[in-house]
Nanobody, 126 residues
Framework: VQLQASGGGLVQAGDSLRLSCAAS????????MGWFRQAAGKEREFVSA????????YYKNSVKGRFTISRGNGKIMVYLQMDSLTPEDTAVYYC????????????????????WGQGTLVTVSS
């Protein structure tokens, strides 16, 4: 069982990146999925999440309007489109599978997720 995150890289402020997360099992389509990030020397933080049906989404306040989460390929792919990137977005980004199909007030809690990918590094230069 794997979650494979990809799409990270080095970009300049104002650029865009699209992160992808591929689940190795179709069963993942039944669960909500999320993206977290961890900057050097900081705690891991919630970025965005999407329910199993792909219609309900959640975002960290600082990325609202710039990031868009979506699901594809029978909902076993999860994407994070990141626009207008800033140096503050520099971090290792992790995708994660939730324990639940539908998230609520717990959507930003790491404890709501039970399986994590390996992370992909996003570096935004000023």
């Amino acid at each position: 069982v794997q979650l494979q995150a990809s799409g990270g890289g080095l970009v300049q402020a104002g650029d865009s990146l699209r992160l992808s997360c591929a689940a190795s099992e179709r069963a993942f389509s039944r669960y909500a999925m999320g993206w977290f990030r961890q900057a050097a020397g900081k705690e891991r933080e919630f970025v965005s999440a999407v329910d199993s049906d792909g219609t309900t989404t959640y975002y960290k306040n600082s990325v609202k309007g710039r990031f868009t989460i979506s699901r594809g390929n029978g909902k076993i792919m999860v994407y994070l489109q990141m626009d207008s990137l800033t140096p503050e977005d520099t971090a290792v980004y992790y995708c994660a599978k939730s324990r639940f199909s539908i998230l609520d007030s717990d959507h930003a809690l790491a404890s709501a997720y039970d399986f994590w990918g390996q992370g992909t590094l996003v570096t935004v230069s000023s």
